[in-house]
C-alpha cells in the first residue's frame, strides 16, 4: 500500500495565515517604469507629487470679455457701463489664457455689442471672476498619489494634467497554474462516467484576469509525479508563483506535498477550516508555491484566504470591496432640482471603534461629508472617498437623511480610516503616506477647511479629526480657548509640530518686505486666506496690533484655502506677497519673511483615542522617527513634553 501523507503540522487559521504571511512579504517585489497612458489598473511603488501647476496660465473659464476689475466699480443696471474692445476689454472664449493687464472676465451673456467696437456692461466684475487661476485644478508638488494606490482613469488624467509622464509600479506577478488528476477533463469537452470537468482552473484565471495578473496554464496533468514534479520545475523558471490544484491531500495519489519538500520546503500543510483543510503553503527557490484542494469549494476558500492575499501583495494591490452603500448626511446638502448630482464626498464610521472602548459598531451606518464643490476637481476627487448621489427630484438633503454612495475606496479601508477636516499643512500629506505604509494602513482623508471650521465639523460630529492653530490673543494660547467655547465633551489636543509664520514673496525679495507695515503700500498686491482659517486669524490681529486696516491692504478680499495656492500665486507673480508657513515657502523655492510661532495640532474626541485608526496616528506623531524628522524640516519644531493636552467641557451650575 502506498504511504499516505499525514497533516503533521495543522495550524488554526489564524496561525496558518500569520506563517504564510511573514513568509511571502519577504521576498522582494519588483517595480517598473512605465509609462503614465500605459498604467491604469496597476499599483502606484512610490508616492507621486504634482511636477507642474495646471492650469499653468491664468485662463478665461467662459466665453466673453476679459476686463480690468477696477475699471468696473460702480456699474449697476442704473448705471451701465461702455467699454471700449482693444482699449478696455478684449474678447476671450473659455480656455484662452488671460491677457496680460486684465483680472477678470464678463461671460457674454452679459454683453451687449455696440457699434464703433464697444460694449456695455451692466454690472461691476471683481477681481478674478471667471478666471481659472494658476493651480485651480492642481498645484506643483502637490501628493497626488501614495504608495499602494490602484491607479484609475482619473489618476491617470490627474497625473498627466500635473506634467507626469512615467510612474513606478509594482510588476504584477506572473502566476503558473497546474490542475492534476487522472480524471479531470477540459471543461470543452463532454465528460463521460467518472470524470470531471476543470472548472477550479477557470475561476482562478477569471480572478486573475479581472485582476490583470498574468496565468501560465500548464494545462491538466495526469496523477504521474514525474510528470507533475517537471511541470513544477518548468513554472519554477518561467513565473513568480504557482498554484497546484488537487493533490495536495493525504491520499495516495497526492504528490504535491512529496515534490514540494523534495525541491524546496513545505511551510505549513493543512489548516483547521471546513471546507478547505488540505492545503499546502510551500517553497521553491523562493517562489511561492500553493497547493489547493481539489473540492471545488476548498479551492476557491483556500484561493481567497491564501492565494489572493499573496499575489496581492506581491502586486502592491489591496482588497476590494462592495461597489455601494448608504450612509448618513449630517448637514444640508443644496443641490439644483432637474438633475442628479454626483458629489465628491467622504466617509466615516463614527462608532466603529476598538473592543475596549466598548462600543458596538454592528449595523451603524457611516457618515457622508461632501467635499468641495470648487475647480480642483483631480485633487479632490483623488481624496474622496465616493460618489454622493442627490437626486434630480430633490432640492438637496437634510441632516438626517441617507444618501446612495458609489464607492471608489474600498469600504473596509474606509472603515479603518480616519477623515480631518480643518486647517492645511503639507506635514498632513506626509502623515497620509505614513499611515498607509503601516502593516495594517489607515487612510487619513483630509478636507481643508480652515481651523474654525474644523473644529465646529469635530463637534457637530462631521469628522473624527480637526487640525487647528487658533491663537487667542488674552491668553496667548492656541485652539484650547476656542474649543472651550463650543465643547460638548472631553478632547484630546495632540500637537503636530510648532511651526513658523511669515511673509511669503519672491526668491531675492524684491519687494524689500521687513513686516506687515510694508502691506499698507498701494503698489503692493497682497493673496489672503480665507476666513475662518487660522493664518487668516492671524493676519487680522496681527494688522490690528500694527494699526492697519484691511482696506489699506491691495488684494486683502482675494482668498485661497491653502497655503500652496497661496505660495503658488506669489511664485507665479500674480501677487507680490503672502502670509504663510516656512515649510511651502522652501517646497515653491520662495523667500521667507518670518513673524511668529504657532502651536498646529490634531484634536480628537478623547472617547476616540483607543479606536484602533486614531491610536495608530498617535503613534505615528509621537513615534522616535517622526520626530526626529521633524526637527530636520525648515519651520517645524517638536511640541516636546507638551505635546498631549486635554479639554474638559464647560459645566453649568447644576453639573450639566
Given amino acids: 500500500m502506498a504511504e499516505r501523507n499525514i497533516y503533521l503540522d495543522k495550524k488554526d487559521l489564524a496561525a496558518a495565515r500569520k506563517i504564510w504571511r511573514q513568509f511571502y512579504q519577504r521576498i522582494h517585489r519588483t517595480r517598473e517604469k512605465i509609462a503614465v497612458r500605459e498604467a491604469g489598473g496597476r499599483f502606484s511603488a512610490a508616492p507621486v507629487r504634482a511636477e507642474r501647476s495646471a492650469p499653468h496660465f491664468n485662463a478665461a473659464a ?29 474678447e476671450v472664449n473659455t480656455g484662452d489664457p488671460l491677457p496680460q493687464g486684465f483680472n477678470a472676465v464678463i461671460k457674454i451673456e452679459d454683453v451687449e455689442l455696440l457699434k464703433d467696437n464697444q460694449v456695455r456692461i451692466f454690472s461691476a466684475a471683481a477681481p478674478w471672476q471667471h478666471v481659472r487661476t494658476i493651480g485651480e485644478s492642481v498645484l506643483r508638488g502637490e501628493l497626488l498619489i501614495t504608495t499602494g494606490q490602484q491607479l484609475k482613469e482619473y489618476h491617470i488624467g490627474a497625473l498627466l494634467e500635473a506634467g507626469i509622464r512615467e510612474i513606478e509600479v509594482y510588476k504584477p506577478p506572473r502566476l503558473g497554474l497546474l490542475a492534476t488528476g487522472d480524471e479531470i477533463i477540459p471543461p470543452e469537452e463532454e465528460p463521460a462516467l467518472g470524470e470531471i ?87 521553491i527557490n523562493e517562489t511561492p508555491v500553493i497547493g ?66 466598548g462600543t458596538n459598531s454592528a449595523g451603524v451606518k457611516p457618515v457622508a461629508v461632501p467635499r468641495s464643490r470648487g475647480a480642483a476637481a483631480m485633487k479632490s476627487i483623488l481624496q474622496a472617498d465616493g460618489l454622493l448621489l442627490v437626486p434630480a427630484n430633490r432640492e438637496g438633503l437634510s441632516p438626517g437623511e441617507e444618501a446612495e454612495i458609489i464607492l471608489l475606496e474600498k469600504e473596509q479601508e474606509i472603515k479603518e480610516g480616519l477623515l480631518l477636516l480643518g ?59 476656542y474649543l472651550r467655547q463650543i465643547a460638548r465633551e472631553k478632547y484630546c489636543l495632540l500637537t503636530l509640530a510648532w511651526r513658523e509664520q511669515g511673509l511669503l514673496v519672491a526668491r531675492g525679495n524684491p519687494c524689500k518686505f521687513d513686516g506687515l507695515s510694508d502691506l499698507a503700500d498701494g503698489d503692493i498686491s497682497f493673496i489672503n486666506r480665507q476666513r475662518g482659517a487660522g493664518t487668516r ?22 482668498e485661497e484655502y491653502t497655503h500652496a495656492a497661496v505660495a503658488q500665486a506669489v511664485a507665479a507673480g500674480t501677487a507680490d506677497v503672502g502670509l504663510g508657513i516656512k515649510a511651502v515657502a522652501e517646497a515653491f523655492e520662495l523667500d521667507f519673511v ?19 485608526a486614531v491610536a495608530r496616528l498617535k503613534d505615528v506623531i509621537l513615534s522616535s522617527d517622526f520626530q526626529n524628522r521633524l526637527e530636520k524640516l525648515a519651520g517645524y519644531q517638536p511640541a516636546g513634553e507638551s505635546q498631549l493636552r486635554y479639554l474638559e467641557p464647560r459645566r453649568d451650575n447644576n453639573g450639566n
Fill in 292 to 357: 489547493l484542494p481539489g473540492y471545488p469549494l476548498s479551492c476557491l476558500l483556500d484561493f481567497h484566504l491564501f492565494a489572493v492575499p499573496a499575489v496581492n501583495w506581491l502586486a502592491g494591490r489591496k482588497q476590494e470591496s462592495r461597489d455601494k452603500i448608504t450612509a448618513r448626511i449630517k448637514r444640508k446638502i443644496g443641490s439644483r432640482p432637474g438633475r442628479l448630482e454626483f458629489l465628491r464626498a467622504n466617509l466615516f464610521y463614527p462608532e466603529t471603534q476598538d473592543e475596549s472602548s
Fill in 62 to 90: 467662459m466665453d466673453g470679455i476679459a476686463v480690468r476689475a477696477e475699471q468696473t466699480r460702480g456699474i449697476n443696471e442704473r448705471n451701465p457701463g461702455i467699454l471700449e474692445i482693444s482699449r478696455d476689454c478684449l
Fill in 537 to 558: 486669524i492671524l493676519l487680522d490681529y496681527q494688522l490690528s496690533r500694527e494699526g492697519i486696516e484691511p482696506g489699506e491692504i491691495s488684494g486683502y478680499q482675494r
Fill in 423 to 481: 486647517s492645511n499643512d503639507p506635514l498632513l500629506e506626509s502623515l497620509q503616506q505614513e499611515l498607509r505604509l503601516l502593516e495594517n494602513p489607515v487612510q487619513l482623508k483630509i478636507q481643508s477647511r480652515g481651523s474654525q471650521a474644523g473644529l465646529h465639523a469635530l463637534v457637530r460630529g462631521e469628522c473624527q479629526l480637526a487640525t487647528s492653530h487658533l491663537l487667542d490673543p488674552e491668553s496667548g494660547d492656541h485652539n484650547i480657548p
Fill in 197 to 283: 470537468v476543470d472548472f477550479n482552473s477557470a475561476m482562478i484565471s477569471s480572478w486573475c484576469s479581472q485582476n490583470n495578473i498574468e496565468v501560465d496554464f500548464a494545462g491538466i496533468i495526469p496523477d504521474d509525479c514525474e510528470r507533475i514534479s517537471a511541470e513544477i520545475s518548468a513554472l519554477v523558471e518561467t513565473t513568480d508563483f504557482i498554484i497546484i490544484i488537487a493533490g495536495s491531500s493525504a491520499g495516495k495519489k497526492d504528490f504535491t506535498p512529496g515534490i514540494v519538500a523534495e525541491k524546496g520546503e513545505v511551510i505549513l500543510h493543512g489548516v483547521d477550516i471546513a471546507p478547505g483543510k488540505p492545503v499546502l503553503l510551500g517553497s
Fill in 594 to 612: 518670518p513673524l511668529t510661532r504657532e502651536r498646529f495640532e490634531v484634536i480628537f474626541p478623547v472617547r476616540l483615542e483607543n479606536s484602533r
